[in-house]
């Protein structure tokens, strides 16, 4: 399965987890009866759930969607169930505000995260693709000269058959050169049980 079609499926999955949740912890209020307060209370305290999932999945404009949403349905139910300012509906209000603000703060946070991830990874890429320019031309030098003494030589001399060799280990950086120059993420695997190096092929 591509690469990109796998993300547009892992994306659909949390769009749908989130929505799921929100829908799942709003029929709680609508089906569960107002006598039972603390349920109320705990429905209301569950929805930061998918929020601060939206945040951490889709930054702030995730979190902001999945907020506002909530918001949407949860301040016409307190206005349904206002009873006139007493503890429960200041309660309920400043919950509302709650929502939003922690979906901000925590959206923003993980914006500037993943900004500072994107960084790392576009320097990476950028000292990837250096290197690659840099050894591609003294290794295009040295193969060239490699073939013109190939040429020198008898094919079953110890020389060529040395060359021949030599060449070999050339294509075979030259091909691992190409594959750095294309690197469009870091992935890592363990080197010696204490240290990890990028893995170049999943990179």
Same mark, same amino acid.
């Given at each position: 399965m591509p690469v990109f079609h796998m993300k547009q499926v892992e994306i659909k999955w949390k769009i749908l987890t989130i929505a799921l949740l929100v829908i799942g912890v709003s029929s709680i209020?609508?089906?569960?009866?107002?006598?039972?307060?603390?349920?109320?209370i705990i429905a209301r305290e569950l929805y930061f759930l998918p929020i601060i999932l939206s945040a951490f999945w889709f930054g702030l404009r995730g979190a902001?969607?999945?907020?506002?949403?909530?918001?949407?349905?949860?301040?016409? /139910? *307190? @206005?349904?169930h206002w009873r006139g300012f007493v503890p429960g509906d200041l309660d309920r209000l400043l919950e509302i505000i709650l929502f939003n603000v922690v979906a901000v703060v925590v959206g923003l946070l993980q914006d500037r995260q993943k900004?500072?991830?994107?960084?790392?990874?576009? *320097?990476?890429? @950028?000292?990837?693709?250096?290197? @690659?320019h840099e050894m591609n031309t003294p290794?295009?030098?040295a193969t060239g000269t490699?073939?013109?003494?190939?040429?020198?030589?008898?094919?079953?001399?110890?020389? /060529?058959i040395?060359?021949?060799?030599?060449?070999? %280990?050339?294509? +075979?950086?030259? +091909?691992?050169?190409?594959?750095? *120059?294309?690197?469009? %993420?870091?992935?890592?695997?363990?080197?010696?049980?204490t240290s990890k190096i990028v893995d170049i092929d999943r990179s």
């Open positions: 209020h609508v089906f569960v009866s107002r006598d039972f307060e603390k349920g109320h902001l969607i999945t907020s506002v949403t909530i918001t949407l349905f949860y301040l016409p /139910y *307190s @206005a349904m900004a500072r991830t994107r960084e790392k990874f576009e *320097s990476i890429r @950028a000292m990837a693709a250096t290197v @690659a290794l295009f030098v490699l073939e013109l003494l190939h040429d020198d030589f008898e094919k079953d001399s110890e020389p /060529y040395e060359i021949d060799a030599v060449m070999k %280990n050339l294509r +075979e950086l030259k +091909e691992m050169i190409k594959r750095i *120059s294309k690197i469009e %993420n870091v992935v890592t695997r363990d080197y010696d049980g």
